[in-house]
């Protein structure tokens, strides 16, 4: 990649500015970050820019709303230091966390219907009013009493004490709540990931609140999507644009 911007059609710091509605300190500050490559300096010197310095500009914007600022950062940095690999593998690694995101979507989608109606442990004799005890649950479940008793811990059941026995008591929602993290863990995700998941549930005040918030996941990682091949497409032309010396 040329090291220096060309010597025809400079730019000041505001008409680079101007062109993408920033300050001019915000685009001296994304130079000093390596995301842009260093600016060319007048007699006087005053910054100047050059037509490479916009494409990295229109690259880097385009970068963050799929990858994010951070992500877009490192991209960046790696190609204005002539490492485009290690560019390519930060994308392919930010494309990899996008996919696995769809699978833990996909995931709680499965669990979730796994939990439709009829799905939660029904009481049985070893039942207190308004709850199960500790260990039908976990028979029902097919798991320890200690792996509750852990679950507890990390906040994903919150079970009530029996004020004459001082034994955990768990109502229909932790049922409902023991069940998707059973889900969950059976499909390889963590408690740390789980427990956001919960949370989401009990703030949506049950499952079918939450196909809301599905369906807006489910927007949130299409745009992203496409937001990455927009990202791409202009990381492609300030790549051609550096290698061309244009």
């Known amino acids: 990649m040329r090291k220096n911007p060309q010597t025809a059609g400079r730019f000041r710091p505001i008409d680079l500015a101007r062109r993408h509605g920033l300050s001019t300190q915000a685009v001296r500050n994304y130079e000093a970050a ?21 494409h990295a500009l229109a690259a880097f914007l385009a970068l963050v709303p799929g990858h994010g600022h951070g992500t877009a950062t490192a991209i960046m940095r790696a190609v204005n230091r002539d490492d485009p690999e290690e560019a390519f593998r930060i994308v392919d690694e930010s494309h990899a966390q996008l996919l696995e995101d769809r699978r833990t979507l996909q995931a709680v989608e499965r669990a979730l219907r796994d939990l439709g109606p009829g799905a939660a442990p029904a009481p049985d004799d070893a039942s207190s009013p308004g709850g199960m005890f500790v260990g039908p649950l976990a028979g029902k479940l097919g798991i320890r009493p200690a792996t509750l008793r852990k679950w507890e811990r990390a906040g994903l059941v919150t079970p009530r004490r029996d004020p004459r026995t001082g034994y955990r008591v768990y109502a229909d929602t932790d049922v409902r709540d023991a069940g998707l993290a059973h889900q969950l863990r059976r499909g390889g995700y963590r408690l740390e990931q789980i427990a956001p998941l919960i949370a989401q549930v009990r703030a949506a005040g049950g499952l079918e609140p939450l196909a809301t918030a599905l ?8 745009a992203r ?22």
């Open 34 to 54: 390596g995301i842009l490559p260093a600016a060319g300096r007048t007699a006087h010197g005053y910054r100047t820019y050059a037509p490479l310095h916009a």
């Open 215 to 222: 369906r807006d996941w489910h927007a949130r990682l299409a």
């Open 225 to 246: 999507g496409r937001a990455m091949l927009a990202g791409a497409a202009e990381l492609d032309a300030y790549l051609r644009h550096a290698h061309d010396g244009h």
